[in-house]
Structure formats: C-alpha cells, structure tokens
C-alpha cells in the first residue's frame, strides 16, 4: 500500500513550498534545457526558447486557470474574485494546452520562425513535464483511480474521494 506524504514539502514561517509547485518548476528547467538542445539541432534562432519559455509559462498558467474556471463556475457565481486565487487550486492541462499553442503561435509569427519546427522541439519537454507534473497529483491525492485491492492500492484520504466512493479506501 502506498500513501502520499501530503501536498507539502515544507513550511518555514509563512512561506510554503509544495511538492506540486516544485515538481512543475523542475520539469520547466528540464524542458527548457532539453528543447534548448534540440532547437540546436534544428538550427533554429539562438536564443528562441529561452526568449519563449516566460511567455509560454505565464499564458499557458492563465489559460489553465480560465479554462479550469470555465468548467468549474457553479463554484464561482456568488464569489466571481475568487477565480483569481489560483493559489487555492484549480487549474486544467486543456486550458494550458490551448493557450499555450496559442502563444507559440502568435511568438512564432513574429519572429518568423517555423511554427512546426519549434513545435517539434517543444512537445519533447511538454510530455516529459506532463509526466514529471503527475507526481504533483500524487502529493495532493488528487486523479487517481478507481477503488481496489490490488497489492500496489493507494490510500486516498476521506476528504479527497469522490462522494461515490466515500466508502472505499484504497485506489
């Protein structure tokens, strides 16, 4: 059986670092690092990725974010600000997804690069951080499975199972 030691990694006064937000901050450096060699590969501009990385970053945070809040409004009709506390939770892969190619779109645009290109040279670092990132759900006890008694099974604490699975335990 296996447990998650809880969403944080440590706390110092008022400053809490999150497995979730460390995890998502490492697997950013990896990609960049890994899309950076490869735009060499591809001969694209010096330089290119690094100049996109905080672009890409910030739109695709506040396209997660939107698109998360989109789906979820019944939460955020009598208190519309709080779609802005991002810090409570709450952001979709679909949202960042969007925005992001977006982004890169319109980057690609203008500095004229080849949109393909530097995709191919992205989506490397998009699938190697979406696997580094899940571990995040695994802290947070967050997108996991059905209920089982399978020998690898993962204890889910009451508070984050679905109401259809209040009974079950492990999953």
Same mark, same amino acid.
């Given at each position: 059986?296996f447990?998650s030691? *809880?969403?944080?990694?440590?706390?110092?006064?008022p400053?809490t670092?999150?497995?979730? *937000?460390?995890l998502?901050?490492? /697997?950013?450096?990896?990609g960049?690092?890994? %899309? %950076?060699?490869?735009? &060499?590969?591809?001969?694209?501009?010096? *330089?290119?990725?690094s100049?996109?990385?905080?672009?890409?970053?910030?739109? %695709?945070?506040?396209?997660?974010?939107?698109?998360y809040?989109?789906?979820?409004?019944?939460?955020y009709t009598?208190?519309?600000?709080?779609a802005?506390?991002?810090?409570?939770?709450?952001?979709?892969?679909?949202? /960042?997804?969007?925005a992001?190619?977006l982004?890169?779109l319109? +980057?690609?645009?203008w500095?004229?690069q080849?949109?393909?290109?530097?995709?191919d040279?992205?989506?490397? %670092?998009?699938?190697?951080? &979406?696997a580094?990132?899940?571990w995040?759900n +695994?802290?947070?006890?967050?997108?996991?499975g059905?209920?089982?008694?399978?020998?690898?099974?993962l +204890?889910?604490?009451?508070?984050?199972?679905?109401?259809?699975?209040?009974?079950?335990e +492990?999953f």
């Amino acid at each position: 059986m296996f447990t998650s030691p *809880g969403p944080v990694l440590f706390q110092f006064g008022p400053l809490t670092l999150r497995w979730y *937000g460390l995890l998502i901050a490492t /697997a950013v450096l990896i990609g960049l690092n890994l %899309s %950076s060699r490869l735009a &060499q590969t591809r001969k694209l501009e010096n *330089g290119l990725i690094s100049d996109l990385l905080p672009l890409l970053v910030l739109f %695709s945070v506040i396209g997660a974010r939107l698109y998360y809040v989109a789906f979820e409004w019944h939460n955020y009709t009598n208190q519309p600000m709080k779609a802005l506390a991002i810090w409570e939770g709450g952001i979709a892969i679909h949202g /960042a997804l969007i925005a992001g190619t977006l982004t890169l779109l319109l +980057f690609c645009r203008w500095r004229r690069q080849p949109f393909l290109d530097v995709l191919d040279v992205l989506v490397p %670092s998009l699938a190697l951080g &979406q696997a580094i990132g899940r571990w995040g759900n +695994f802290f947070n006890s967050e997108a996991f499975g059905v209920p089982t008694e399978l020998p690898w099974k993962l +204890f889910i604490p009451y508070a984050n199972r679905p109401v259809i699975y209040a009974d079950a335990e +492990f999953f």
